[in-house]
Nanobody, 124 residues
Framework: VQLQACGGGLVQAGGSLRLSCAPS????????MGWFRQAPGKEREFVAA???????YYADSVKGRFTISRDIAKNKVYLQMNSLKPEDTAVYYC???????????????????WGQGTQVTVSS
């Protein structure tokens, strides 16, 4: 499975961006899809995930501001980011796994497939 994430860019604080990820060689309905991010000088961290059944999970830091969704017909997963803050600045990665263990959606080592990342910069 190859993942291509796009949609990053530069936005002012309070603005919005929508990231998208399209897996080739796999489908968003048969894989748990996750978003992670890595800020400069920091470790990569979990942002959001959507499981095969459609259950969604979020990091506390983005709850109420970010929404993960998928379009099965288009075979894409999205991360709608609203009310962006400077601390959301990071490279955002799309990840996928077909057999994610229950309760492990926030653990990056559990994801087998990773995209190259897309830069999101939020200016103050």
């Amino acid at each position: 499975v190859q993942l291509q994430a796009c949609g990053g860019g530069l936005v002012q604080a309070g603005g919005s961006l929508r990231l998208s990820c399209a897996p080739s060689g796999g489908t968003v309905s048969t894989h748990t899809m996750g978003w992670f991010r890595q800020a400069p000088g920091k470790e990569r961290e979990f942002v959001a995930a959507i499981r095969r059944a459609g259950n969604t999970y979020y990091a506390d830091s983005v709850k109420g501001r970010f929404t993960i969704s998928r379009d099965i017909a288009k075979n894409k997963v999205y991360l709608q980011m609203n009310s962006l803050k400077p601390e959301d600045t990071a490279v955002y990665y799309c990840a996928a796994d077909r057999n994610l263990s229950a309760g492990s959606w926030y653990i990056e080592q559990q994801y087998e497939y990773w995209g190259q990342g897309t830069q999101v910069t939020v200016s103050s």
